[in-house]
């Protein structure tokens, strides 16, 4: 039976556990709140972010990698000949010194298509990120649906 401090405890490991599986860092970039969309069969998902440039100088994020999906990409959704579209980012997306970018529906966010299995909520699947001066850096994307992200950010 567990008293009130021992279900406190508990509560805060698993937060602590949580964030810790939702953040990594490496060199002057650090991620957080890393978490993927849930899909739909034959459908493809998304992964979201945040990217912080501690640093004093610029970096590029190159690629994305991960072993679930045949195509993995940086993506921006953004208004083309007055048509909202999602752009692949093939140069890569910079991270300016002192800064962070938002991964977000909506704007950048990393795409997974070809999925090899539809992506289940609580479901968490692995991405390398590749950065030009920071290198890669493996993250946890936990899954998630649109709508419990809102209600979590």
């Not at 945040?50 to 994020?61: A, E, I, P, S, W």
Request: aromatic residues 8%.
């Amino acid at each position: 039976m567990f008293t009130q401090f021992s279900k406190a405890a508990v509560v805060a490991l698993l937060v602590v556990i949580n964030s810790v599986a939702m953040s990594a860092e490496a060199g002057a970039i650090k991620i957080s709140d890393a978490w993927a969309r849930n899909s739909a069969p034959g459908a493809p998902s998304a992964g979201f972010l945040m990217v912080k440039n501690q640093g004093d100088t610029d970096d590029t994020l190159l690629s994305v990698e991960g072993d679930f999906a045949k195509k993995l990409e940086l993506h921006r959704t953004m208004e083309v000949d007055g048509v909202m579209k999602m752009v692949h980012q093939a140069e890569g997306i910079v991270i300016p010194a002192g800064a962070m970018v938002s991964f977000k529906p909506g704007g950048y966010h990393l795409m997974f298509m070809g999925l090899t299995k539809n992506f289940e909520v609580d479901e968490v699947y692995e991405v390398d990120l590749v950065f030009e001066k920071a290198g890669r850096i493996r993250v946890e994307l936990p899954v998630k649906t649109m709508a419990m992200d809102t209600m979590t950010h």
